[in-house]
């Protein structure tokens, strides 16, 4: 049964991925997208303009023709009418109106000569006074005054209209002098179809053009993206340490400058950071061979050491009152000189990577408290864990560990420390917490750093501060981590998570290679720390 959070993690998953691929392709889209709405705005710019352009010529060329008839009409037909003529006149008048090569229709209006209004129609009543607009109807009627701008008492009007969805052009006319008012029809449907046929062309115009731009957009797309997309694989193989990756150059143009550029970049980067590692080599075979070095030296002033410490234990006395603190000073220098050179020795391991595991099967519990008993701290520390708790790890590099945090909640936070292990699946967690003061924000994150100190002005402590660097070493070698906080409840506490099986992490090349004999020991971790 599938389970809610198993469909949530799905669908982030899936969205996540979906939104890497829009990223992927976001310039790519953004190009498109941006030659398709030139090529769109620049084709719907043209095709307006040109259907508009042709539209006005086509319907000014048949209006003009149209009413140039009609007025030619009204002056060779109407006007040589009676002042009062008959109907039967009016129609035979205006049928020979209508009977041009325009084809429109004609309404002739009169009065007979008992002042009754007479009509007469070109199309047997299919056009009416009511196809006219009422405002044509005034504009034509109305008698305009005489003056040098105006020569005539009437003028020719005309006016588009639609009747029952089709196009018409509405004209009107009076003869000047006296004589009939004359309106004409004129049927604009074939120029509509024409201007439609004219208007599908354009939009399928403007459609191939989209489609074209849409096509040469993707061209250059690909043309632009192709040196960009391996400029960013170059980019992703130099950060994944690849230094000898070089772009193939070609061109002359700007991503050919940037090409050769990113060459030169990853071509001084990779001579920096081999110059870096060889002085780094260095640094690490100066230090291995000093710690080498100093170790035969020390092995015979460490005895002397231990041979003056039994004599200033020894009830004879027979060490000199007067030079017993120098004695004292030497062989706690000498321990701690000691101490600092195994722990140097150790870092080398860790930087060189020959620090390896050698794993076993062991009590966790049994091991702490064999730790902790080797070291005399049993009335100091609280042990809160339940034997039997087995885990396959490497017991020289966990007492390591466990003797640096220990040692150091002793030395800081005082007694009595509380050491808990407990079981999370397959990982245990070690806590160690102490009573002290706690460590200072400032502090907080570099606890774990090699030779920190957090007073400056107590540079000297009696540890080398190692311990707490080579305790997360550890860790880190077991696939584990070490974190470091303060406790709510005051003091600090020191949090080691470890798997329940290193196998997975030990070299297979080296399983049984150690690293060496062991080598740290408690160690500050700051100066008036936790």
Known sequence: MTKPQDKLRGWAAARKTILAGLRFTSLRLRLVVVFGLVALTAAVSASGIAYWLNREAVLTRT??????????????????????????ELQ??????????QRFSVLLIAEDESGKPVRGNSDLDTFTLEDVPKSLQKAVNKEQEISSNNKYTYHLYWQRTVQGDKPYLVGGAKVI??????????????????????????????????????????????????????LGTAARRLGEGKLDTRLRVSGTDELADLSRTFNR???????????????????????????????????AITAVTEVLEEELDAETGSVDPMIEPAVRLVVSETRRLNNLVENLMEVT????????????????????????????????????????????????????????????ALKHGGSPVRVSVRDEGNDLVIEVQDHGPGIPEDVLPHVFDRF?????????????????????ENAHIHGGEITAANSPKGGAVFTLRLPRDASEVEDPENPDNSGGPGAAVADDRTEGGA
Not at 66 to 85: E, I, K, N, Y
Not at 269 to 285: F, G, N, P, Y
Not at 452 to 472: D, Q, T
């Open 92 to 101: 035979r008048a205006a049928g020979q109106m209508a009977n041009s090569s």
């Open 63 to 88: 209006q003009d023709a149209v009413l140039g008839d009609f007025q030619q009409a009204m002056q060779t037909r109407a006007s040589t009418l009676r002042p009062h003529p008959t109907q039967e």
């Open 177 to 230: 002098g006296g004589g009939p008012t004359g309106y004409m029809l004129k049927s604009l449907e074939p120029e509509a179809k024409d201007l439609n046929s004219l208007a599908w062309s354009l939009g399928i115009a403007t459609g191939l053009a989209l489609i074209g731009s849409a096509l040469l957009a993707q061209a250059a797309a690909t043309t632009v993206l192709k040196p960009v997309h391996r």
């Open 349 to 408: 391991r860790f930087d060189a990577g020959t620090a390896r595991l050698v794993l076993d099967n062991v009590d966790i519990v049994d091991q702490i408290t064999a730790c902790i008993d080797a070291r005399a701290w049993l009335d100091a520390v609280d042990l809160d864990a339940e034997r039997g708790l087995m885990a396959r790890v490497d017991p020289r590099r966990l007492d390591v560990i466990m003797a640096n945090l220990i040692g150091n």
């Open 452 to 472: 920190y100190k957090a007073s400056a002005s107590r540079p000297r402590s009696e540890g080398s501060g190692l311990g707490l660097s080579i305790a997360l």
């Open 265 to 299: 970049t990853a071509e001084s980067l990779e001579k920096r950071v081999e110059d870096m590692s060889a002085r780094e080599q260095a640094s690490r075979r100066f230090v291995a061979d000093m710690s080498h070095e100093l170790r035969t030296p020390l092995t």
